[in-house]
């Protein structure tokens, strides 16, 4: 070893410098440095190369039996001056030599001087005798691993499930018997040598023997990476070189490529590489182009052109497999129904807070049985049609790789059944809403995703058309659900809402009456974290992270949830303050705003440019303007809101994609394809809508036929929490400041007591008032209130209170008391 391990053990960490160099798939390379204050040998190594194997690296060499060759293959040829010198191996990665030297590129590939050394450095490789097994069945053995692998992957980004569709529509299997037996029977498929079995551009290095960078006269070639390195047929490996000639992996971003079917090498070329190469082997370098091509040459010549199936047969289903090696974590988007909880929280009074608690811990309990049992074989199941899948019921057979599809999608069913449950909250008997909830997250729902996401669904394979000779299709784009989601649940919460009629009191002669919230913090804390939970939700759509190109897509994605939210947020934000309704700068109508923003981008947030998510989040904001208005005119009572902003906003965003869309979208290619697209997500639209509006109406209505749809006027008055519960949120006995109710004091202190119009009563056992309603004249009957804990229905109620304006200067138990906006005259007692 020319590299002192004792002074690299001596320094610090924070002594050396570290470069990025370069990363692959399965790792990353750093150039590490000594500091000048380290005296070094003369064929000591001042500078190494640091590699750390990736966090996919464990399953890359495991999934493909490569471990040994990538570690102690790479020991070997280090020894014998074939690759970079090994200085030290650990379990998360090794130091290798820095070669002075740089890639070749795809146009290198094709120079006839560098394509001839190119071959005598193969030929070498190729007559290296390693400890391993001699015979071809790494390569079989790959390709049916990676066959096997392959079906059963399954991705959620449309673009990718199209290709990964047509891909699965071929036998596999019989193509890859078909293939064995044609190179190996068929034909002489050649001698079996040790092979790199992947010489691209990137691999094989042009090092200086000077060990100067800028020295491009005298040099000599490296081959590097050898975790693909096995015995395999020489035809094998020479094929794939010439396959490589098509790609070039210099293309930016990191991992994207270009492919050049005009690059492929042509019979001329091949056999400068061939005559080269056999020239190696037989240690005759005579051979010219002159010379007319011998037996050997053409065998070999026709063995490459067979064994060329295998290398795009072998690295077509690689890509498929590292795919699904990057497959994304979808938890963080279970944050979605949180906020969902916490903003229902803040818009229902302090009496039905725990039973919409309840109900959103439900939508993940009820909900994950329901996709359990039979939700996602109607949604996702492998067998089908266009209208619904019938296979995967609780799961059974689903490979291992589906069970972070089907949690992903889990939390997309659940969440249609939250936003509806925020449209009836307040008045729906609870055995409704778990009726409702299995069957919006076991059916309504995982139909419509089926149609819109899954590779048999109608939607999803869309419409061919001709034109000019050459047949077109056109596909239903929602990237993350305005559509099969927020339209779903809008849809639903709308019929819901009209089914099961407004609150008491919430219309009066036809006039919206305000019954608002009891803690907008907690509207606020939810609307917080329902902003996080849609960039998981946005985000997560596209189903990986670490794949070619999707970090890139995954945060155009984000930033354009993030502008769209935003804009819609200030869209509304200002509306309400130039006079809609009121002129308050309103928090509610802000954070709605924004939502509708966000809802309107998951069509397309992964085509749309940021401007465009700027226009759209604008247009949708002023869409939530407009459909919570519309519900008010047509005394439909929503408390939250949430058919504005999920209906009005997932409508708008289905039509969105194709306007926008930055590739195909009518915005900047007005032609007769980008129309269709348009005609083909309206049509998606209109045909959700009725799915949903005809099962919607015809549950809810059964369900008010038989008298289980709204609970009593009584127990509405009073709040579900105590009838239906038994659990308050807010339980008197929690107040108060500890002194024993018996004393004196105590007796003033005692809690509050909250009536049905939202005023809070003092309880104090000295004194007997009448409670009168808002607005009436002084000695009309009250309104239902609490005594001693129960409702009372008396016009003249007794209860024990305190007058609040009573004072040792001021000892009068008649007063004006204004609460609530409200004023009380000569009354007995204030609340």
Known sequence: MHCSMAHLASVSPTSLSGLNERGGLSNKLYICSLPESYGVGKEEKRKVVLRIYGPLY????????????????????????????????????????????????????????????????????????????KDPDYLWNTISEWCEEALQTHFNEQDKAVKLAKLKSVDLKQEYEFLRHYLETATSP??????????????????????????????????????????????????????EWMFDYSVPPPHYFAMSLKSWPSKEQQLIFIRAYLGKVVKDNNYTLAESTTIEESELLDQVNRFALASHFMWGLWGVVQQRLN????????????????LEVG??????????????????????VAYWLFGYAFGFGEKGNGFIGYSYFALADLPAEKFSHWFFHYVFAASTATIVSGSLAERTEFKA????????????????????????????IGAEYTKDNVTMTVTYQDFAGSGAVHVVSGMVALVGAAVVGPRIGRFVNGVPMPLKGHTVPKAALGGFILFFGFLAFNGGSNAAIAGEGAANAVSLVIVNT?????????????????????????????????????????????????????????????TYVAWSTAMLHFQVDDPLDAVAVHLGGGIWGVLAAPIFNM????????????????????????????????????????????????VSEEVEIKGLDIPKHGEPAYPVESYGNGWEPSSEEGKTSFPFYQTSINAFVYVNPTKNGQIKQP????????????????????????????????????????????EDGHTYENMDTAF
């Open 327 to 342: 497959s994304a974590a979808n938890g963080i988007q279970f944050n979605y129904l949180a906020g969902f909880a916490f």
């Open 562 to 622: 993030v502008i769209g939210g935003a804009a819609g947020a200030l869209t509304s934000l200002i509306i309400k303050r130039l006079g809609f309704a009121e002129k308050h700068w309103s928090l509610l109508f802000t954070m709605n705003g924004g939502f509708t923003g966000m809802v309107s981008q998951c069509s397309g947030c992964n085509t749309f440019h940021p401007y465009a998510a700027f226009v759209i989040g604008i247009i949708g904001g002023i």
């Open 663 to 710: 590739d195909t979208g009518i915005f900047y290619a007005a032609n007769e394809h980008s129309f269709r697209l348009f005609g083909w997500n309206l049509l998606g639209l209109v045909v959700i809508m009725a799915w949903c509006v005809g099962l919607a109406f015809m549950f809810f209505f059964l369900l008010r036929l038989l008298g289980q749809l709204r």
């Open 775 to 818: 607005g009436m004249q002084h000695g009309q009957p009250g309104q239902v209130v609490y005594q001693n804990g129960q409702p009372v229905n008396h016009s003249n109620v007794h209860l024990d209170l305190p007058d609040r304006d009573a004072s040792p200067e001021n000892p009068s138990h008649k007063s004006n008391v204004e």
């Open 58 to 133: 464990d399953e890359l060499v495991t999934s493909i039996g490569c471990l040994i060759a990538d570690s102690v293959v790479f020991a070997l040829l280090s020894e014998w001056n074939v690759g970079p010198k090994l200085f030290a191996i650990f379990p998360e990665g090794r130091l290798e030599e820095l070669l002075p030297a740089k890639s070749l590129t795809r146009e290198d590939l094709a120079k006839p001087e560098l394509s001839v050394r190119i071959a005598q450095k193969t030929a070498e490789y190729h007559q290296l005798q390693l400890p391993l097994r």
């Open 190 to 243: 050649g001698p079996v040598t040790f092979c790199h079995n992947d010489l691209q551009q990137g691999n094989i290095l042009k090092v200086s023997r000077e060990l100067q960078e800028n020295n491009e006269e005298d040099f000599d070639l490296k081959l590097i990476d050898f975790e693909f390195s096995a015995y395999n047929y020489r035809a094998f490996d020479l094929a794939n070189h010439f396959c």
């Open 433 to 460: 809403y778990l009726m409702y909830s299995v069957f919006l997250t076991g059916f309504l729902y995982p139909v419509v995703s089926h149609w819109a996401w899954d590779v048999n669904g109608w939607l999803f």
């Open 347 to 368: 818009a229902v009074r302090a009496k039905n807070t725990t039973n919409i608690l309840l109900k959103n811990f439900l939508d993940a309990f009820i909900g994950a």
